[in-house]
């Protein structure tokens, strides 16, 4: 992890040699979010309430999934532009190294700019516990912690397996990219929302339901189960399966040739 740091903090000086572009960049990077914060709140606007929940409830489940997607997209941009270092031989000097593949792949991109796209869920997600005005409690607020870290597990998982699948396709399938990106439309609604199938599908297969629905309904109130507050365990276990993906794919790895 030092040597993360260390590439991660030589990124941030490089991004700073040019403050203005870093700024425009941080700005539009903060439109996003609030792009879509601003489509759920004419959304209820229009209609009130879905299926029974309230504005404050949704923008909850929005912030927590947008910040952990965005998180990992910032600290973890190396493994979404993966098959770059497949096509042009980067990653033959990678494993050349007396490094681990995994951390020299994340440290190969660190755009620092796209910090502006954590900045506005950060405080939604303020915003929306004071407006709900919720018991807050130690069980409460170690359950939020949990349902962040597993979020950020699952799309960490996402990303390993989207690169992982660059050894065998070389450029990513776009499939991958209607996981990652659908899946954060997906968790920023309530899974009751969606069709038995659907649901399903993202609860038992790919659970962003387990990292975000169930646990936030515990802080709720909506729902007190143990079941619920442990539902994120899930999530930090999804990675696991993804890694031997990857370790699969670098035995497999034939070189570029070049």
Not at 42 to 66: D, M, N
Request: net charge positive; hydrophobic share 50%.
């Amino acid at each position: 992890m030092k040597l993360y740091f260390k590439c991660a903090l030589t990124h941030i000086k490089s991004s700073m040699q040019y403050p203005l572009s870093f700024i425009f960049t941080l700005f539009y990077g903060a439109l996003i979010p609030f792009g879509n914060i601003v489509t759920i709140s004419f959304l209820f606007y229009r209609f009130g309430q879905i299926k029974g929940y309230t504005l404050y409830e949704v923008l909850f489940l929005f912030s927590v999934a947008y910040l952990a997607f965005s998180s990992t997209e910032t600290i973890l941009r190396g493994f979404d532009m993966f098959s770059g270092q497949i096509r042009t031989g980067g990653f033959d000097r990678m494993l050349t190294r007396p490094r681990i593949t995994i951390l020299q792949v994340a440290c190969s991109e660190f755009p620092f700019a796209r910090i502006g796209r954590s900045l506005v869920p950060a405080g939604t997600l303020v915003y929306s516990i004071i407006k709900l005005g919720a018991t807050w409690g130690p069980r409460q607020t170690v359950v939020l912690i949990l349902a962040i870290a597993a979020s950020f597990a699952l799309y960490s998982g996402l990303l390993l397996l989207r690169a992982s699948l660059c050894f065998w396709t070389t450029e990513a399938i776009e499939l991958s990219n209607i996981l990652i990106d659908g899946g954060k439309e997906v968790a920023s609604y309530p899974i009751t929302v969606y069709r038995r199938g659907f649901a399903a599908f993202f609860t038992f297969i790919i659970p962003f339901a387990c990292v975000n629905y169930y646990p936030l309904m515990y802080i709720l109130g909506r729902d007190t189960s143990v079941l619920c507050a442990l539902a994120p365990l899930l999530g930090l276990a999804f990675p696991l399966p993804c890694l031997l993906v990857w370790r699969a794919g670098v035995r497999r790895y034939e070189s570029t040739g070049s």
